[in-house]
């Protein structure tokens, strides 16, 4: 049982250049989410999910694309990066609303 | 929607004291409180949480009080150690509420030997 895994764990990337950021879990929860996390300013929802082919904006979406095709799976998709995307970004899984969440190790993303 | 407060940003104490966090919450209609440790370059891991049809809760040295009525909620950490160090988060959520957590922007507790 491995949780919440995210690839790549670090990846720096040229203004301009799109990606996507892999998050998968086994503990077959239906909520997954994105957050963004800044010094100084907590973590921040990028989008979230509450079952397979359901999709939503969290509070800092912009510039981001997400799907849900499987339980198990919700990749975050940068269309064109900016430097005020770099940042470390979580996954994280419930089992449904009003549980706790688990989180992966974090990507660390840096946008030259 | 919900906004959380978190104080203080930062906070010394000395190893064997007491270490408390306050967080406050704006939806009246929240009903569960986590609190998250997150170590330096680690993951967030869920530490104690609180439903709102209990007032206090314990786990060791951690407690998480919880006032409704005031709508804060604070977590209570005794005879710190050096290992306590670390990013701590509160957050709220309210059931039905899909975009789940809300978080606090964080107190950095240093430990001091």
């Known amino acids: 049982n491995a949780g919440v895994t995210q690839t790549p764990k670090f990846q720096v990337l040229k203004t301009g250049q799109s990606m996507t950021l892999q998050c998968a879990q086994d503990?077959?929860?239906?909520?997954m989410s994105w957050y963004r996390q800044d010094p100084g300013m907590g973590l921040r929802l990028i989008h979230y999910s509450v079952g397979a082919g359901i999709t939503d904006q969290g509070e800092v979406p912009n510039g981001y694309n997400v799907s849900r095709s499987t339980t198990e799976d919700f990749p975050l998709r940068l269309l064109s990066a900016a430097p005020s995307q770099t940042s470390v970004y979580f996954c994280?899984?419930?089992?449904?609303?009003?549980?706790?969440?688990?989180f992966g190790d974090g990507t660390r993303l840096s946008i030259l | 929607g919900e906004n959380v407060e978190q104080h203080p940003s930062t906070l010394s104490v000395q190893e064997g004291d007491s270490a408390v966090i306050k967080c406050t919450y704006s939806?009246?209609?929240?009903?569960?409180f986590p609190w998250y440790k997150q170590e330096l370059g680690k993951r967030p891991q869920l530490i104690i949480d609180?439903?709102?049809?209990?007032g206090e809760k314990k786990d060791q040295r951690i407690a998480v009080t919880l006032n409704k009525t005031a709508k804060h909620f604070s977590l209570h950490i005794t005879e710190t150690q050096p290992e306590d160090s670390a990013v701590y988060f509160c957050a709220a959520s309210r059931a039905g509420s899909a975009r789940q957590l809300t978080f606090g922007s964080g107190t950095q507790l240093t430990v001091l030997p």
């Open positions: 939806d009246s209609a929240s009903n569960y």
């Open positions: 609180i439903r709102s049809n209990v």
């Open positions: 503990m077959n929860h239906e909520y």
């Open positions: 994280a899984s419930s089992y449904r609303d009003n549980q706790p969440q688990h």
